[in-house]
């Protein structure tokens, strides 16, 4: 029943920025890891960005250290991805995705994902 809602993406020149927002309804926002995930075109899908629940600890990939950054807001349940000097590479789409691991079980949601072209 959890559901969560991407905005931001569009297209922005080499060494712009955007910021990507997911807003999340119908599950216990402040208990779930919140990751961003990108897949481009012919290529597999990788996990981008990841936050823990209480915000205090963030992953990002090697390809986008330094230059985004991802954070939450456990009041206002949602989770941005800043995206800054961006690169034609960047070019994917874009999803939010949240997760929480109990013992054996895990309940996932998916946002339906965002384009972001990065090009002249």
């Known amino acids: 029943q959890g559901e969560l809602v991407e905005s931001g993406g569009g297209l922005v020149q080499p060494g712009g920025s955007l910021r990507l927002s997911c807003a999340a309804t119908g599950f216990t926002f402040s208990t779930y890891t919140m990751n961003w995930y990108r897949q481009a075109p012919g290529k597999e899908r990788e996990l981008v960005a990841a936050?823990?629940?209480?915000?205090?600890?963030?992953n990002y990939a090697d390809s986008v250290q330094g230059r985004f950054t991802i954070s939450r807001d456990n009041v206002k349940n949602t989770v941005t991805l800043q995206m800054d000097s961006l690169k034609p590479e960047d070019t994917a789409v874009y999803y939010c995705n949240a997760v929480r691991r109990i013992f054996n079980a895990r309940n996932e949601y998916w946002g339906q994902g965002t384009q972001v072209t990065v090009s002249s």
């Open positions: 936050i823990t629940s209480s915000g205090g600890s963030t």
